[in-house]
C-alpha cells in the first residue's frame, strides 16, 4: 500500500506569491495534518482536517489555508510568500480523528522563498 | 502549555554500542507519545507508538518506555548500526486527546563505523 503521498518534492519562489501543496493520504485515512518544519526544529502544526471540515488550526497568520476534498486529499494554500515561509512542509494522516490512532507521515515539499 | 525537550541534541557513537535517547514533556496528561526517525532532508517515519496505558513498547532493535507521572519517555536502540544514523524526535498530543502534535527538537545521532 503506498504512504502519504507529496507534490511537488521541491519548490522555489519568489517573495510575495503563492503556492499550492498536495498531500495524499494513506488510503482508508480521513484525518489529514500539516505541519511545517524549519531547519533545526521539530515540526509545528499548521492544520488538522477531517471529513472535510477544519478541526484545528496552529498559531499562523490568515496567509496559510487550507481544504480538504471528498477523496479525503487535501490542499495547502500560502499567499504573499515571505522568507520566512521557507521550510519543509509536512502532511499526516491517520485513520480517524483524535490521538489514539498512530499519525503517518508523507516525504514533505521542500519550500524556498527567494 | 506543552513543551517538548529533547537532549542531547547531537550524539556520535561507534558502531555496537547500546543507546538511550531521552524525551520530557511538561503536561503528563497525555494519550500516548510517539517516537519518529528523519533521514536528513526527509520526512518523518513513525517508529513507535506508545499509549498512556503503556509502560513499554517493542519493535525490533528499538524498545520505548513511557512514564507518564515524571514526563519521561526514553528510546533505547540496542547494537547500534550505521544505518541508525538519523534524527530521532519524540512527539506528544498538545493536551489529551487532541490531533496536534508537539515535537522535541529532535536529537542527531550519528553511528561511526
Known amino acids: 500500500d503506498a504512504g502519504v503521498t507529496q507534490s511537488p518534492t521541491h519548490l522555489i519562489k519568489t517573495r510575495g506569491q503563492h503556492v499550492t501543496l498536495r498531500c495524499s493520504p494513506i488510503?482508508?485515512?480521513?484525518?489529514v495534518s500539516w505541519y511545517q518544519q524549519v531547519l533545526g526544529q521539530g515540526p509545528q502544526f499548521i492544520f488538522q482536517?477531517?471529513?472535510?471540515?477544519?478541526?484545528g488550526r496552529g498559531n499562523f497568520p490568515d496567509r496559510f489555508s487550507a481544504r480538504q476534498f471528498p477523496n479525503y486529499s487535501s490542499e495547502l494554500n500560502v499567499n504573499a510568500l515571505l522568507l520566512g515561509d521557507s521550510a519543509l512542509y509536512l502532511c499526516?494522516?491517520?485513520?480517524?480523528?483524535?490521538?489514539?490512532?498512530?499519525?503517518?507521515f508523507g516525504p514533505g515539499t521542500r519550500l524556498t522563498v527567494t | 502549555k506543552q513543551e517538548v525537550t529533547q537532549i542531547p541534541a547531537a550524539l556520535s557513537v561507534p558502531e555496537g554500542e547500546n543507546l538511550v535517547l531521552n524525551c520530557s514533556f511538561t503536561?503528563?496528561?497525555?494519550?500516548?507519545l510517539q517516537w519518529f526517525r528523519q533521514d536528513p532532508g526527509k520526512g518523518l517515519t513513525s517508529l513507535l507508538l506508545?499509549?498512556?496505558?503503556?509502560r513499554e513498547q517493542t519493535s525490533g532493535r528499538l524498545n520505548a518506555s513511557l512514564d507518564k507521572s515524571s514526563g519521561r519517555s526514553t528510546l533505547y536502540i540496542a547494537a547500534s548500526q550505521p544505518g541508525d544514523s538519523a534524527t530521532y524526535l519524540c512527539?506528544?498530543?498538545?493536551?489529551?486527546?487532541?490531533?496536534?502534535?508537539?515535537f522535541g527538537k529532535g536529537m542527531k545521532l550519528t553511528v561511526n563505523p
Open positions: 482536517y477531517y471529513e472535510k471540515e477544519e478541526r
Open positions: 512527539a506528544v498530543p498538545t493536551q489529551g486527546g487532541s490531533e496536534k502534535l508537539v
Open positions: 503536561d503528563s496528561a497525555i494519550y500516548n
Open positions: 506508545i499509549q498512556s496505558s503503556q
Open positions: 488510503s482508508g485515512h480521513k484525518s
Open positions: 499526516a494522516s491517520r485513520v480517524t480523528s483524535g490521538a489514539l490512532y498512530e499519525q503517518y
